[in-house]
């Protein structure tokens, strides 16, 4: 079958098909005999994924920096009036949320008319200004949150675009690996600065956080943008272009997979108008899914037991306890590799329901840990910030605490921290894939700044520290059982299938025998 055949099969399938049909599959075209063309490689693949991922990397340092900062700030003489002003420091650690959250918002906007290099490129410049502000406030408290909210903003944007620019460059095979290096990238750089601080003070700590922003900005330049924007902008010569690139193939034989991208935003229609989100499930129904997935993901409170490490470490009696929070660090990136080395074997549906158990688990036992310690004597008097160093019970069960912290982390890191951004970058449909995936993000910080800004109010009130982190964990378990129910498994899945599973009038419904025979068949629950 020569290529004018395979695009007249093509057409009549796209004219014949309705929303309840599935496209049937173009059959390649075979290399004859003798072909000197180059065979498809996965080299520049992961290439232009990690060079992305930079943007990640910057994203986990600059959100940790505030960890080993703040005390440095302190001993600084530039800043020994303003020592004991806790509203004042607390600001500095959550500003970057804020200001996250209205990088998530215009990020959506930015990758539907810049495209999602030139988006990524851009948010670097504010990261690039904050950091340097940072290290110019010699003093000067306003400027140092202008750095610090700069530096947020560009965070907000970053965690947006970059799973984005991973899952659309990406072949379905390699979507859910590539999609983790997101989450190692984020975890290497809270290592890198847990690990930086430990030696140095905030302002060189910050002269380090220019290093990858300006690098990617250099390097992003040589990548190319993702094939679907491309299309979706009827540049359908830069798109093959660019997906040859990233498949290492000739031209011609990338016309196969853009035949199928460009059959896919025929369907999609135009731009998502508001109103759409109400009626079609196309839209609603992903949008919930990813909701409701970041809304488990910050409500576990893994940001507040991170914040806290170095108190918790402290009050076990362990000697040097920003040490230990460098292991701690270290055991999430181990398991985050894990994460990505099982990820395409297990899928993601299992590893969230696996990492989501495991985290409620260690959080339990995490509870329990605080609740035998308020059942003991206390030497009064003596603090370590979260918890008061106590004679017994937290000497007797520090073994506990420190147990489920790094078994917390290993979990979560598991599939919590990096599968519901995978999710994300997968089930919205082209012509909503910006504004749901900033609506998403915009959420996503919106949690998070609530779980860190009302942590010590929960463990304040009734709750107490017991109950607030048996509550996380009771959220998680609920979590768990929606993602059982409705979360649709998306391992090795087209995003073009993707979008036509959402699109089924019954989701919950048994497949066809139509739909069970054809090539693409409905997507596993």
Same mark, same amino acid.
């Given at each position: 079958?020569?290529?004018?055949?395979?695009?007249?099969?093509?057409?009549?399938?796209?004219?014949?098909?309705?929303?309840?049909?599935?496209?049937?599959?173009?059959?390649?075209?075979?290399?004859?005999?003798?072909?000197?063309?180059?065979?498809?490689?996965?080299?520049?693949?992961?290439?232009?994924?990690?060079?992305?991922?930079?943007?990640?990397?910057?994203?986990?340092?600059?959100?940790?920096?505030?960890?080993?900062?703040?005390?440095?700030?302190?001993?600084?003489?530039?800043?020994?009036?303003?020592?004991?002003?806790?509203?004042?420091?607390?600001?500095?650690?959550?500003?970057?949320?804020?200001?996250?959250?209205?990088?998530?918002?215009?990020?959506?906007?930015?990758?539907?008319?810049?495209?999602?290099?030139?988006?990524?490129?851009?948010?670097?410049?504010?990261?690039?200004?904050?950091?340097?502000?940072?290290?110019?406030?010699?003093?000067?408290?306003?400027?140092?949150?202008?750095?610090?909210?700069?530096?947020?903003?560009?965070?907000?944007?970053?965690?947006?675009?970059?799973?984005?620019?991973?899952?659309?460059?990406?072949?379905?095979?390699?979507?859910?690996?590539? !999609? %983790?290096?997101?989450? /190692?990238?984020?975890?290497?750089? #809270?290592?890198? @600065?847990?690990? =930086?601080?430990?030696?140095?003070? $905030?302002?060189?700590?910050?002269?380090?956080?220019?290093?990858?922003?300006?690098?990617?900005?250099?390097?992003?330049?040589?990548?190319?943008?993702?094939?679907?924007?491309?299309?979706?902008?009827?540049?359908?010569?830069?798109?093959?272009?660019?997906?040859?690139?990233?498949?290492?193939?000739?031209?011609?034989?990338?016309?196969?997979?853009?035949?199928?991208?460009?059959?896919?935003?025929?369907?999609?229609?135009?731009?998502?108008?508001?109103?759409?989100?109400?009626?079609?499930?196309?839209?609603?129904?992903?949008?919930?899914?990813?909701?409701?997935?970041?809304?488990?993901?910050?409500?576990? !409170? %893994?940001?507040?037991? /991170?914040?806290?490490?170095?108190? #918790?470490?402290? @009050?076990?009696? =362990?000697?040097?306890?920003?040490? $230990?929070?460098?292991?701690?660090?270290?055991?999430?990136?181990?398991?985050?590799?894990?994460?990505?080395?099982?990820?395409?074997?297990?899928?993601?549906?299992?590893?969230?329901?696996?990492?989501?158990?495991?985290?409620?688990?260690?959080?339990?036992?995490?509870?329990?840990?605080?609740?035998?310690?308020?059942?003991?004597?206390?030497?009064?008097?003596?603090?370590?910030?979260?918890?008061?160093?106590?004679?017994?019970?937290?000497?007797?069960?520090?073994?506990?605490?420190?147990?489920?912290?790094?078994?917390?982390?290993?979990?979560?890191?598991?599939?919590?921290?990096?599968?519901?951004?995978?999710?994300?970058?997968?089930?919205?449909?082209?012509?909503?894939?910006?504004?749901? @995936?900033?609506?998403?993000?915009?959420?996503?910080?919106?949690?998070?700044?609530?779980?860190?800004?009302?942590?010590?109010?929960?463990?304040?009130?009734?709750?107490?520290?017991?109950?607030?982190?048996?509550?996380?964990?009771?959220?998680?378990?609920?979590?768990?059982?929606?993602?059982?129910?409705?979360?649709?498994?998306?391992?090795?899945?087209?995003?073009?299938?993707?979008?036509?599973?959402?699109?089924?009038?019954?989701?919950?419904?048994?497949?066809?025998?139509?739909?069970?025979?054809?090539?693409?068949?409905?997507?596993?629950?």
């Amino acid at each position: 079958m020569n290529r004018r055949d395979i695009n007249q099969a093509t057409d009549s399938d796209d004219e014949d098909a309705s929303p309840d049909k599935v496209l049937i599959n173009v059959p390649r075209v075979t290399r004859q005999p003798g072909n000197n063309r180059p065979k498809p490689s996965s080299a520049k693949l992961f290439l232009a994924a990690l060079i992305a991922t930079l943007g990640a990397l910057s994203f986990g340092y600059t959100i940790s920096y505030s960890s080993d900062a703040i005390p440095s700030l302190k001993r600084d003489e530039d800043y020994q009036d303003m020592k004991d002003n806790n509203d004042a420091w607390s600001w500095f650690g959550s500003i970057v949320m804020l200001t996250a959250l209205c990088g998530g918002l215009s990020g959506g906007w930015l990758v539907d008319h810049f495209g999602r290099k030139v988006t990524l490129i851009i948010s670097c410049f504010p990261m690039v200004a904050g950091w340097l502000m940072i290290i110019g406030s010699s003093g000067y408290y306003s400027l140092l949150m202008v750095g610090r909210g700069l530096t947020g903003y560009s965070v907000g944007v970053i965690s947006l675009v970059v799973p984005l620019y991973l899952a659309e460059i990406s072949t379905p095979e390699r979507r859910g690996l590539l !999609g %983790i290096f997101n989450q /190692i990238a984020v975890v290497i750089g #809270i290592l890198f @600065s847990y690990t =930086l601080g430990y030696w140095l003070e $905030w302002n060189w700590l910050a002269v380090a956080g220019v290093v990858p922003p300006c690098l990617l900005i250099v390097l992003m330049l040589f990548m190319p943008e993702t094939p679907q924007f491309l299309i979706s902008k009827k540049r359908r010569h830069a798109g093959i272009k660019s997906l040859s690139w990233l498949r290492n193939n000739h031209h011609s034989d990338a016309e196969h997979e853009i035949n199928e991208i460009e059959n896919v935003l025929r369907r999609s229609g135009d731009k998502a108008r508001f109103s759409d989100f109400f009626r079609d499930p196309s839209l609603y129904k992903p949008l919930c899914i990813s909701l409701l997935l970041m809304f488990m993901q910050q409500f576990s !409170g %893994i940001n507040a037991v /991170i914040s806290y490490a170095t108190d #918790i470490f402290a @009050s076990a009696g =362990l000697n040097d306890p920003a040490l $230990w929070t460098i292991v701690l660090g270290v055991v999430q990136v181990v398991f985050t590799i894990v994460s990505a080395a099982l990820m395409d074997f297990g899928g993601r549906k299992k590893m969230l329901i696996i990492s989501g158990l495991g985290t409620a688990v260690c959080e339990y036992a995490f509870g329990a840990y605080f609740a035998l310690q308020s059942t003991g004597s206390t030497t009064p008097g003596n603090t370590t910030g979260l918890l008061e160093t106590t004679t017994s019970p937290t000497v007797q069960y520090s073994w506990l605490a420190l147990s489920s912290m790094f078994l917390l982390s290993a979990f979560f890191s598991l599939g919590m921290s990096g599968i519901p951004w995978l999710i994300m970058s997968e089930i919205f449909p082209p012509r909503a894939r910006g504004i749901s @995936s900033g609506v998403a993000t915009f959420f996503n910080w919106l949690c998070s700044f609530i779980v860190t800004n009302q942590y010590q109010n929960l463990t304040e009130t009734a709750l107490g520290h017991q109950g607030t982190y048996w509550l996380f964990a009771s959220i998680l378990v609920a979590g768990v059982i929606f993602v059982a129910i409705f979360v649709p498994e998306t391992k090795g899945r087209k995003l073009e299938e993707i979008e036509r599973y959402f699109q089924r009038p019954g989701m919950n419904r048994p497949p066809s025998p139509r739909e069970g025979s054809g090539q693409f068949s409905p997507l596993p629950r």
